[in-house]
């Protein structure tokens, strides 16, 4: 389970940014549907949603290119090479922020315990990580590094309750990669619920192509293609049958590849496209002679073709309870398609295992309080030194009778284009 990402100084994003699902005691609206008890004694309630809106280039994008590389670079950090560069991307328009380090800290429940970590980098090494939990109500500050300019080393504070080889994972820590990847890849049993609740984490952006294959592998078995059909079929996408054949892939011979290409990257991209298949999807439908007609799923809507890509994400979501973050999410989706996505996280006969999602959007159709309560909205523009800052919808203390969708647009909220006027 989320509960607050913060994010300072990466890409558009200098002065600290916080996102969190926590419920509002102010509002009990949709207080049975769209929020939830985590259990944990001292814990608000938690969001099962939560929507993004700003115009094109505020930045939205870049809080989930945030969380993305923050999950894997803990994912995989261990195998960072000694001497390489760490992939930040610090606020370009300052420049003292091109000098300081980018800093990132999350907090979520996971196995019922409370855990709160974090870490500070700029291009080189780890400036700054930490990790508290909380098993028994109260903080245990279980370590903390922080690097030492003077003596160029890094200083370590470790806690009673954290148990272990804790000397041998420091010593094996590089610079340049995260103790928590570390020592996980060195059999520490105490770390596992934290790395594996990044595990769970699932971050979809527009520029993600491989998704398709999530839908792709549930359709290998029947019992799979029969969950994509009922998730198709019951977004009123009316197929009676989809039909899945891996085909090989074309033969690419060595003239087919850039002359200039050095030999060596050649001869590796083409062994590791040796043996490969791609999948041939097909959507089968009855024409009104009873026959059943295939289509191809590239010859299907951009809708369609979305939904799909979405159906074996969204259901593996809805069995695991993961936490979901979707970059621009009614793309190509029909409003009521957005609603139909949405309704399955906030449905808890559903979504029984407590699944969270936080999209960004442009359709300002959920913008209704039937289907959003007011903490779950947020906005995100640009200030005048071209700073991402993003804000909850609760700082205007909307009444809950407000049309907020109306007021978005008159411009009541900010995050709105400023669009001008075009002379010839």
């Given at each position: 389970m989320?509960i607050?990402f913060?994010?300072?100084?990466y890409?558009?994003?200098?002065?600290?940014?916080?996102?969190?699902?926590?419920?509002s005691?102010?509002?009990?609206d949709?207080?049975g549907t769209?929020?939830f008890?985590?259990?944990?004694a001292?814990?608000?309630?938690?969001?099962?949603?939560a929507a993004?809106?700003g115009?094109?280039?505020?930045g939205?994008s870049?809080?989930f290119?945030?969380l993305?590389?923050m999950?894997?670079?803990?994912?995989?950090?261990?195998?960072q090479q000694?001497g390489?560069q760490i992939?930040?991307?610090p606020?370009?328009l300052n420049?003292?922020?091109?000098t300081?380090?980018?800093?990132f800290e999350?907090?979520?429940l996971?196995d019922n315990?409370?855990?709160?970590?974090?870490?500070a980098?700029n291009k080189?090494?780890?400036?700054k990580?930490?990790?508290?939990a909380?098993p028994?109500?109260?903080a245990?500050?279980?370590?903390?590094?922080?690097?030492?300019?003077?003596?160029?080393?890094?200083?370590w504070?470790f806690s009673?309750k954290?148990?272990?080889r804790?000397?041998?994972?420091?010593d094996?820590?590089?610079?340049n990669?995260?103790f928590?990847?570390?020592?996980?890849?060195?059999?520490?049993?105490q770390?596992k619920?934290?790395?594996?609740w990044?595990?769970?984490l699932?971050t979809i952006l527009?520029?993600d192509?491989?998704l398709?294959n999530f839908s792709?592998?549930h359709c290998?078995s029947?019992e799979?293609?029969?969950r994509?059909?009922?998730f198709?079929?019951?977004?009123?996408?009316?197929?009676?049958?989809?039909h899945v054949?891996?085909?090989?892939m074309?033969?690419?011979?060595?003239?087919?590849?850039?002359?200039?290409m050095?030999?060596s990257?050649?001869?590796?991209?083409?062994?590791?496209?040796?043996?490969?298949q791609?999948?041939d999807?097909?959507?089968?439908?009855?024409?009104?002679n009873?026959?059943?007609?295939?289509?191809?799923?590239?010859d299907e809507s951009?809708?369609?073709?979305r939904?799909?890509?979405f159906a074996?994400?969204?259901l593996?979501v809805?069995a695991?309870g993961?936490?979901?973050f979707i970059?621009?999410?009614?793309t190509?989706l029909?409003?009521l398609?957005?609603r139909?996505?949405?309704?399955?996280?906030?449905?808890?006969?559903?979504?029984?295992?407590?699944?969270?999602?936080i999209f960004?959007?442009?359709?300002t159709s959920?913008?209704?309080?039937?289907i959003?309560?007011?903490?779950q909205?947020?906005?995100?523009?640009k200030?005048?030194e071209?700073?991402?800052?993003l804000?909850?919808?609760?700082?205007f203390?909307?009444?809950?009778?407000?049309?907020i969708?109306?007021?978005y647009?008159?411009g009541?909220?900010?995050?709105?284009?400023?669009?001008?006027?075009?002379?010839?």
């Amino acid at each position: 389970m989320f509960i607050e990402f913060t994010v300072t100084n990466y890409r558009s994003i200098q002065d600290t940014q916080m996102m969190s699902m926590a419920a509002s005691n102010y509002y009990n609206d949709l207080d049975g549907t769209n929020c939830f008890d985590c259990g944990v004694a001292g814990l608000p309630k938690l969001l099962r949603s939560a929507a993004i809106y700003g115009p094109n280039a505020a930045g939205k994008s870049n809080l989930f290119h945030a969380l993305k590389f923050m999950q894997k670079f803990v994912l995989e950090s261990h195998a960072q090479q000694e001497g390489l560069q760490i992939n930040i991307v610090p606020f370009a328009l300052n420049k003292r922020s091109q000098t300081e380090p980018s800093e990132f800290e999350i907090s979520f429940l996971q196995d019922n315990v409370r855990y709160q970590y974090g870490f500070a980098a700029n291009k080189i090494r780890i400036v700054k990580e930490w990790l508290l939990a909380y098993p028994e109500g109260k903080a245990q500050h279980w370590y903390e590094r922080k690097y030492d300019a003077a003596t160029d080393k890094d200083e370590w504070h470790f806690s009673k309750k954290f148990i272990g080889r804790r000397q041998l994972w420091q010593d094996a820590t590089r610079k340049n990669a995260l103790f928590l990847s570390t020592a996980i890849q060195l059999n520490n049993e105490q770390l596992k619920p934290v790395f594996n609740w990044f595990q769970k984490l699932v971050t979809i952006l527009p520029s993600d192509q491989v998704l398709i294959n999530f839908s792709v592998d549930h359709c290998a078995s029947k019992e799979g293609t029969s969950r994509i059909m009922r998730f198709m079929n019951a977004a009123d996408i009316n197929i009676v049958g989809i039909h899945v054949e891996m085909i090989p892939m074309p033969a690419i011979k060595h003239e087919m590849l850039p002359s200039g290409m050095p030999q060596s990257i050649k001869d590796s991209l083409l062994l590791d496209m040796q043996g490969k298949q791609i999948p041939d999807v097909q959507f089968l439908h009855k024409a009104d002679n009873g026959e059943i007609v295939p289509f191809n799923l590239m010859d299907e809507s951009d809708g369609t073709k979305r939904l799909f890509t979405f159906a074996g994400p969204w259901l593996d979501v809805l069995a695991n309870g993961r936490v979901m973050f979707i970059d621009e999410l009614g793309t190509s989706l029909h409003p009521l398609m957005l609603r139909f996505l949405l309704g399955l996280i906030q449905n808890p006969e559903i979504n029984k295992n407590y699944a969270q999602l936080i999209f960004t959007t442009h359709d300002t159709s959920v913008l209704d309080t039937d289907i959003l309560r007011r903490d779950q909205i947020w906005f995100m523009e640009k200030d005048t030194e071209q700073k991402s800052r993003l804000y909850p919808l609760s700082d205007f203390k909307p009444r809950k009778e407000e049309a907020i969708e109306k007021g978005y647009l008159k411009g009541r909220y900010g995050a709105l284009p400023f669009i001008g006027e075009l002379r010839f």
